[in-house]
């Protein structure tokens, strides 16, 4: 908590008692206690500090305030408290974060020392943590609380036993300025009610379930009786104590496992087909690997209605669900009846795979599908990787996901940003050829029959480094963003742009379900832009305002000169049949190489190609 001189709240006023506790009890030697202790007058030995610290107590009080904490603001007077008006202010003048007090100072001068153990009720299990981890854990809670709405002056009730992720709780809730109110994990229902009444708290911690002695205790249940009569409460964050489900309602956020929030008994629905690697690792060998229950799906997400996909939610009661941004379009065409129709309560984590997930795609997947309460992680990953190499991780927990944005490496993986020269980039802000910096067990360890082929072209172009092949950004935060293949950066006019930045862009138009942009050769510019541009069903439009308001979009967004040269309004777009725009079948279009189009056997309706040479023709 950033805390003002004279307006400590009970997180400060704790910390601070603890502090001089350690104090006075430990040292003998009073300078080895407290050094400047050596230099005051009189005072060598604890007895005559005793004293000092009473007759000349400003003076001690700022010289521990000063030695033993660090400051964000030094105070300019060290107190100003007439007991007989009941007027108590400290450190006027002061700030400073408890939880920068209890973690980071440590963390800079022993990043490694155990900053906990925590004694399990399981006899001799005892986990340590460290202060970095335990630093790591408090800023992703925080993180987390802050993306959740917990404002600076908020009270979060915290309902958990002793455990790690209470004290991360504690100290994230400091961390924002929100106060909080721990609730002993042995209160009743009425009891915690009233305690989170008292408090006005809109947030609750706690954990599924407790054990003590050996028993179970049902903790979240407890909380669930309690919250009925607690109209503030919209949210309750839920972490696993042990393995065993609980029931999960409209207001409760998960808090763990990684990327999908998979728990035992969960019904997780991957609906790639298993010709495709996603369908491999997601659909077979992942969730049975992991003991859990798989959905195969064999038809199309528009039969026979575009609520296919919703109405499975409903029926199997599906908790996860996976997909390709390319689908999400599609229904998004189809506007937001058919998934209205459907209960979607038992989801819980919602996937996208394959390319670039717009943001207007992302935003409706969130906010319309998943009712803005099931985390949407886009996860970058190729056949190459075998699983998800980069993806946020919501349960971790793992405060942001950004639309649009594949966020963070996921365990044991290291991406990379090189240059144009082959040189590591190692700032934020900024793009690169994407490669994984060292290798991990799921990685593809040859092509079969063509070992040369995989050496050439995943580790040669980048020495001692895998080359993915597709371009990423990183953002100051450091969240990675997958920009496209590197074959689809076009230069226009000596600007150098992915195609799918200028597709985001064009999708964000009202009336725009999808589009795909080419590059193609132009006599001034060096290339031009070609858009295909597929149109909503559901709204009725003039192409001529579509096109005035693409290219006011893609002015104001990116530049001027990504505005289309052409744009060709389609019905469709040519994809492969696990979703992927083929834009090598539409650059050939727009250059008339038609004898050229190549192998079309993974094209999921070859006739769209003849309805886009058509459209080329009308266009020009
Ligand atoms: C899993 C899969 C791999 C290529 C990959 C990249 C693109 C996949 C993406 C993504 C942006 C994502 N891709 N996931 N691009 N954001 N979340 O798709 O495997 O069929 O081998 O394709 O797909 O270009 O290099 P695969």
């Not at 996937?351 to 670039?356: A, F």
């Not at 971790?396 to 082959?422: H, N, Q, S, Y």
């Not at 999708?507 to 510019?525: L, P, W």
């Amino acid at each position: 908590m950033w805390l003002s001189g004279g307006r400590m709240a009970s997180v400060g006023r704790q910390s601070f008692g603890s502090c001089f506790r350690v104090l006075g009890r430990r040292g003998c030697n009073t300078a080895a206690v407290m050094p400047e202790a050596a230099g005051f007058e009189g005072v060598s030995d604890r007895s005559d500090l005793q004293d000092f610290s009473v007759c000349s107590s400003d003076s001690f009080w700022a010289a521990v305030a000063r030695q033993r904490l660090s400051w964000i603001r030094p105070f300019h007077t060290v107190q100003d408290c007439d007991l007989s008006q009941g007027r108590i202010r400290w450190f006027e003048g002061g700030k400073l974060n408890v939880s920068v007090n209890c973690l980071d100072r440590h963390v800079h001068t022993c990043p490694e020392r155990v900053a906990v153990i925590w004694e399990r009720d399981e006899p001799k299990s005892e986990v340590k943590l460290s202060y970095r981890q335990l630093l790591e854990m408090t800023c992703r809670l925080g993180n987390l609380l802050r993306r959740r709405g917990v404002k600076k002056g908020d009270c979060v009730t915290i309902y958990m036993p002793p455990c790690p992720l209470a004290v991360a709780s504690m100290l994230a809730c400091a961390r924002i300025g929100a106060a909080h109110n721990v609730v002993f994990a042995g209160f009743s229902a009425d009891a915690l009610a009233e305690r989170i009444r008292d408090a006005q708290s809109s947030t609750v911690i706690t954990v599924n379930q407790g054990v003590r002695g050996g028993k179970v205790i049902e903790l979240k249940k407890t909380v669930d009786a309690a919250i009925q009569s607690c109209p503030t409460v919209q949210q309750v964050f839920v972490a696993m104590r042990t393995e065993n489900p609980v029931v999960m309602t409209a207001k409760d956020v998960a808090m763990e496992e990684y990327v999908f929030s998979y728990h035992d008994g969960d019904v997780f629905s991957c609906v790639a087909d298993i010709g495709w690697i996603t369908g491999h690792s997601y659909s077979v060998y992942g969730p049975l690997a992991n003991g859990g229950t798989t959905v195969l799906f064999e038809s199309t997400p528009i039969y026979p209605d575009p609520g296919r996909y919703w109405e499975m939610v409903q029926r199997l009661k599906i908790n996860q669900f996976y997909g390709a941004p390319t689908a999400i379009r599609l229904l998004l065409k189809y506007g937001d009846k058919w998934v209205h129709k459907y209960d979607r309560s038992t989801l819980k984590t919602l996937g996208s795979v394959g390319e670039p997930i717009n943001t207007e795609a992302w935003e409706w997947y969130h906010r319309v599908v998943g009712q803005g309460r099931c985390p949407v992680v886009d996860t970058w990953w190729q056949t190459e990787t075998g699983g998800i190499c980069i993806a946020p991780r919501p349960a971790d927990p793992d405060a942001e996901i950004v639309p649009g944005m594949a966020m963070r490496p996921f365990f044991g993986i290291k991406p990379v940003l090189m240059d144009t020269e082959g040189k590591v980039v190692t700032s934020n802000d900024t793009s690169g050829a994407l490669c994984i910096a060292q290798p991990w067990p799921g990685m593809a360890r040859t092509i079969h029959n063509d070992p040369q082929r995989f050496t050439e072209t995943y580790c040669q172009p980048y020495p001692g480094y895998f080359f993915t092949g597709d371009g990423a950004y990183r953002s100051k935060e450091g969240y990675y963003q997958i920009t496209g293949r590197l074959d689809d950066v076009i230069n226009v006019s000596g600007h150098r742009i992915g195609t799918a930045e200028i597709e985001d862009v064009l999708n964000q138009c009202s009336a725009v379900a999808e589009s795909a942009v080419i590059g193609f050769s132009h006599s001034i510019k060096g290339q031009g832009i070609y858009a295909f541009v597929v149109l909503k069903k559901s709204i009725d439009v003039q192409e001529a305002d579509v096109t005035r308001q693409i290219n006011d979009m893609a002015s104001k967004k990116i530049a001027k000169y990504a505005c289309p040269d052409y744009i060709q309004f389609a019905q469709r777009l040519p994809k492969t049949r696990s979703g992927k725009i083929m834009r090598r079948v539409l650059r050939k279009v727009v250059d008339s190489e038609l004898e050229g189009l190549g192998d079309l056997s993974t094209l999921d309706d070859p006739e769209v190609v003849q309805e886009i040479i058509q459209g080329h023709h009308d266009l020009l």
